[in-house]
């Protein structure tokens, strides 16, 4: 069976610190690019950061560039995203998706998703 789970999230102060594990199961991240998605209640799901696990090639969205970071350990097949000075405006359910490569992430064509794994940060 295919699945994609997200575990790491909770609550932290502004300033703190989250690492979200994303681990894969039924197929192998060296084949796919995994994203960090987020969505909050009435607003679109936007990408946060993304990861090629056959080259290691990332991307961020702007608003998390610096703060965020995306790795992949392919032994483990875990996709992790370690957040650090997070702000109230970071607060989301953060889902893990995989995609044949970055550019079907970027536009959302994504074949599996997790579960998600809400993220609130206080102020």
């Known amino acids: 069976e295919v699945q994609l789970v997200e575990s790491g999230g909770g609550l932290v102060q502004a300033g703190g610190s989250l690492r979200l594990s994303c681990e894969a199961s039924g197929f192998t991240l060296d084949d796919y690019a995994i994203g960090w998605f987020r969505q909050t209640p009435g607003k679109a799901r936007e990408g946060v950061s993304c990861?090629?696990?056959?080259?290691?090639?990332?991307h961020y969205a702007i608003s998390v560039k610096g703060r965020f970071t995306i790795s992949s350990d392919n032994a483990k097949n875990t996709v992790y995203l370690q957040m650090n000075s997070l702000k109230p405006e970071d607060s989301a359910v953060y889902y893990c998706a995989a995609a044949r490569t970055l550019a079907h992430l970027i536009t959302q064509d994504v074949e599996f998703w997790g579960q998600g794994t809400q993220v609130t940060v206080s102020s």
């Open positions: 990861i090629s696990s056959s080259d290691g090639v990332t």
